[in-house]
């Protein structure tokens, strides 16, 4: 059977099904934006049937609240805060997703981050100023996120380990490492150690909490859209990441690009433990990342890996989180009631991303014999 036979039967075949499914070869901005908004829309419909039966709550006054646990007096600042801190460690994946690499280790690389400015904080808070100390705690930081970053990267780049696995074993390497300092630094048995042992980090800037944290990730954002969109390196990244083939074809060197991009990435999340640690929380535990090294690969997937775009996923997040919290107080729920909003609306949200991608054909026609 010859190729031209072979389209022809392969034409009637779909003719013969009811529906089947095709890659849709383009689609404009505008129509990506619709598809999201009528799933966002849909998404909350749905939440708002659920919250009438199981509540009996006004849907309009539930969102009402969402709205004013996030956007709301005195919490504006905090929800802006906490979007630059999801979004800083969804930039820190999104070089190496770029490349597919699947660096599943951000939450240990910014972890280990965490803990090398604590340790500088524990050791030196008392001993030297802070135009001193805070310089010290960054380098600490952004060269323990780098070595995290680093050692997966040398194993892919030379015998081809599998980096989904590495990276996400690492996250347990950094854990237990934390719970060891916690045992040296803190005798008492709390798991957390807090100010009274670290002392007080970066200083307010221009009196503001959370103001540095803010501006640096905002810095930030403007440089990694300009690095991956206009350099060389964003380029052979995007190469490699398109084809290792290709990329040794126009001599890349492969290796060295993974090894390279794993660093920055590593560097990034240790900048996220930085300002974490030393820039809010002033604490340091098992859990102060608090699985946002897993959330930012939704982010960062979700915005095409793009960190303009996403400004604006990890800002839906971050919104959707603090809403859904509120809504618990607010109306006496518990917490799993919230985690199920919150988990209709991404579900509608990532599952437009198919009818963006493909395209549904419904067949009305007569089924013809093949």
Not at 272 to 279: A, D, E, H, P, S
Not at 329 to 358: A, N, V
Request: glycine residues 10%.
């Amino acid at each position: 059977m010859n190729k031209e036979e072979k389209a022809v039967n392969s034409e009637k075949k779909q003719r013969l099904q009811w529906i089947h499914i095709t890659k849709r070869d383009n689609i404009t901005f505008w129509q990506g934006i619709l598809i999201r908004a009528i799933a966002i829309l849909a998404a909350l419909v749905l939440c708002a049937i659920i919250t009438v039966i199981f509540t009996g709550a006004n849907p309009i006054s539930v969102y009402a609240t969402m709205i004013k646990g996030a956007f709301g007096k005195g919490r504006l600042l905090v929800t802006i805060h906490s979007l630059a801190i999801l979004l800083c460690i969804s930039l820190a994946v999104t070089p190496a997703f770029r490349m597919r690499f699947w660096n599943i280790g951000a939450e240990g690389q910014a972890l280990v981050g965490g803990l090398a400015t604590a340790i500088v904080m524990y050791n030196f808070h008392d001993k030297l100023p802070a135009g001193a100390l805070v310089p010290l705690m960054l380098v600490s930081a952004l060269l323990a996120g780098a070595a995290w970053g680093i050692i997966p990267a040398i194993f892919k780049a030379q015998w081809r380990t599998n980096e989904t696995l590495f990276t996400l074993m690492m996250n347990y390497v950094a854990i237990q490492l934390v719970k060891y300092f916690l045992k040296v630094a803190d005798k008492t048995g709390s798991n957390t150690v807090g100010p009274s042992l670290l002392g007080d980090g970066i200083p307010n800037l221009f009196g503001v909490q959370y103001l540095f944290n803010i501006v640096v990730v905002a810095v930030l954002t403007g440089l990694l859209y300009i690095y991956l969109r206009y350099s060389k390196h964003g380029y052979e990244i995007s190469v490699v990441g398109e084809s290792e083939n290709t990329a040794r074809y126009v001599g890349i060197n492969v290796k060295k690009v993974i090894v390279r991009t794993m660093i920055l990435s590593g560097l990034l999340c240790g900048l996220t433990g930085f300002l974490i640690v030393g820039g809010a929380a002033h604490t340091i535990s098992e859990n102060s990342i608090g699985g946002q090294g897993f959330t930012a690969i939704m982010v960062s997937w979700l915005g095409k890996f793009n960190p303009l775009y996403m400004v604006l996923t990890a800002l839906l997040l971050v919104f959707m989180g603090r809403g859904a919290d509120e809504i618990s107080t607010i109306f006496g729920l518990t917490k799993s009631f919230s985690d199920i909003m919150t988990g209709i609306i991404l579900f509608f949200i990532i599952g437009c991303e198919f009818f963006i991608r493909y395209k549904i054909h419904i067949n009305r026609r007569k089924k013809e014999e093949v």
